[in-house]
């Protein structure tokens, strides 16, 4: 039940797919980069920072189409960004402005955007979960191709939602993928605490309770995420039912933008030599998809992007005070 998808060389990707993913990552990498020293100086509210998780968001979401769905978590700008959202609507709604998507009421931890299949970012641990297992659902009643794949963290597993859900999404034979994002910490609690040794190596053992398919990815390799979840999405398109990935990776930076590191500062040495970005850019030079030059053009063009959107935000008007309750009460005929 548990495979490892060894996947084709990046050379057999379609050379557009290849740079959209590049690009993707960098758009990520560089909107958390900015966001952190804007949390800083000028924004309030709690921000969650993607940064060096990039490879997962990238390569799960190039392996969907634009009308399957995604649910994130309260670590969700990179979701959205992977998935086609708009930056400048994102940091809109982190300067609390009324061009945010949630018209700047709901900031970094509630964004949706259900025209691109987005359900919505949670501040709930696991909290998307369920929801991801409810569009299965209504995937499999209207009888279409699509599919659903739920992010989550490895604190998160150990929620009662991942449980219900994962053996609901099975019973009932459901496209969903449920990718897990093995970054070593729970806030403040080191994912060893947590687990017994003997799973620690492979989370996705978990998915042998469950009767569905299991796969171990390097969550640093947006080659290796996005090969497996291919191979995912597939087997949801027929009817096969659902998949879990657990996806490696390592949060390079705090908890959330701010809060203080207890971590062991060499531990957080060790995992920035598997900086997903050098990675793939290293292997684009290598199979000569890309020249140095090359990524430094895309870096300017996407870091003026990203400086277009903080602009937009700053400009953008607050909201006025009766927007309040919009969206809070159903008006009933």
């Given at each position: 039940?548990?495979?490892?998808?060894?996947?084709?060389?990046?050379?057999?990707?379609?050379?557009?797919?290849?740079?959209?993913?590049?690009?993707?990552?960098?758009?990520?990498?560089?909107?958390?980069?900015?966001?952190?020293?804007?949390?800083?100086?000028?924004?309030?509210?709690?921000?969650?920072?993607?940064?060096?998780?990039?490879?997962?968001?990238?390569?799960?979401?190039?392996?969907?189409?634009?009308?399957?769905?995604?649910?994130?978590?309260?670590?969700?700008?990179?979701?959205?960004?992977?998935?086609?959202?708009?930056?400048?609507?994102?940091?809109?709604?982190?300067?609390?402005?009324?061009?945010?998507?949630?018209?700047?009421?709901?900031?970094?931890?509630?964004?949706?955007?259900?025209?691109?299949?987005?359900?919505?970012?949670?501040?709930?641990?696991?909290?998307?979960?369920?929801?991801?297992?409810?569009?299965?659902?209504?995937?499999?009643?209207?009888?279409?191709?699509?599919?659903?794949?739920?992010?989550?963290?490895?604190?998160?597993m150990n929620q009662g939602g991942f449980h219900e859900a994962a053996n609901l999404a099975n019973a009932y034979m459901l496209p969903v993928i449920f990718v897990?994002?093995?970054?070593?910490?729970?806030?403040?609690?080191?994912?060893?605490?947590?687990?017994?040794?003997?799973?620690?190596?492979?989370?996705?053992?978990?998915?042998?309770?469950?009767?569905?398919?299991?796969?171990?990815?390097?969550?640093?390799?947006?080659?290796?995420?996005?090969?497996?979840?291919?191979?995912?999405?597939?087997?949801?398109?027929?009817?096969?039912?659902?998949?879990?990935?657990?996806?490696?990776?390592?949060?390079?930076?705090?908890?959330?933008?701010?809060?203080?590191?207890?971590?062991?500062?060499?531990?957080?040495?060790?995992?920035?030599?598997?900086?997903?970005?050098?990675?793939?850019?290293?292997?684009?030079?290598?199979?000569?998809?890309?020249?140095?030059?090359?990524?430094?053009?895309?870096?300017?063009?996407?870091?003026?992007?990203?400086?277009?959107?903080?602009?937009?935000?700053?400009?953008?008007?607050?909201?006025?005070?009766?927007?309040?309750?919009?969206?809070?009460?159903?008006?009933?005929?």
């Amino acid at each position: 039940m548990n495979e490892k998808i060894e996947g084709d060389p990046i050379h057999e990707i379609e050379k557009e797919k290849v740079l959209k993913i590049y690009e993707t990552m960098l758009k990520i990498r560089l909107f958390e980069s900015r966001e952190e020293k804007l949390k800083v100086t000028e924004q309030d509210g709690a921000a969650h920072s993607y940064k060096n998780e990039e490879a997962i968001a990238t390569g799960v979401c190039a392996a969907l189409n634009e009308d399957d769905y995604i649910t994130s978590t309260h670590r969700g700008h990179g979701h959205l960004i992977a998935k086609g959202g708009d930056m400048k609507k994102m940091m809109g709604e982190l300067y609390g402005k009324v061009t945010g998507y949630s018209r700047g009421k709901g900031g970094s931890m509630h964004i949706a955007d259900f025209g691109l299949g987005i359900l919505g970012a949670n501040g709930i641990v696991s909290g998307g979960i369920p929801i991801s297992v409810g569009a299965g659902y209504s995937i499999k009643l209207r009888g279409t191709k699509q599919v659903v794949a739920t992010f989550f963290g490895d604190g998160a597993m150990n929620q009662g939602g991942f449980h219900e859900a994962a053996n609901l999404a099975n019973a009932y034979m459901l496209p969903v993928i449920f990718v897990c994002e093995v970054n070593h910490w729970q806030c403040g609690v080191r994912y060893e605490q947590v687990y017994r040794e003997n799973i620690l190596d492979d989370l996705s053992v978990r998915a042998k309770a469950y009767g569905m398919p299991g796969f171990k990815v390097d969550g640093n390799d947006v080659i290796d995420v996005y090969q497996t979840t291919k191979k995912a999405v597939q087997n949801a398109r027929d009817g096969k039912g659902p998949s879990l990935l657990a996806c490696y990776t390592y949060r390079i930076g705090t908890h959330f933008i701010g809060d203080i590191d207890i971590r062991p500062p060499e531990e957080v040495k060790y995992w920035e030599q598997f900086d997903p970005i050098p990675r793939i850019e290293k292997r684009l030079m290598d199979e000569n998809i890309m020249s140095g030059a090359d990524i430094e053009e895309y870096k300017d063009r996407v870091s003026t992007m990203v400086e277009e959107a903080v602009e937009f935000g700053r400009k953008s008007p607050l909201p006025n005070p009766e927007i309040a309750v919009e969206g809070v009460y159903v008006n009933w005929p």
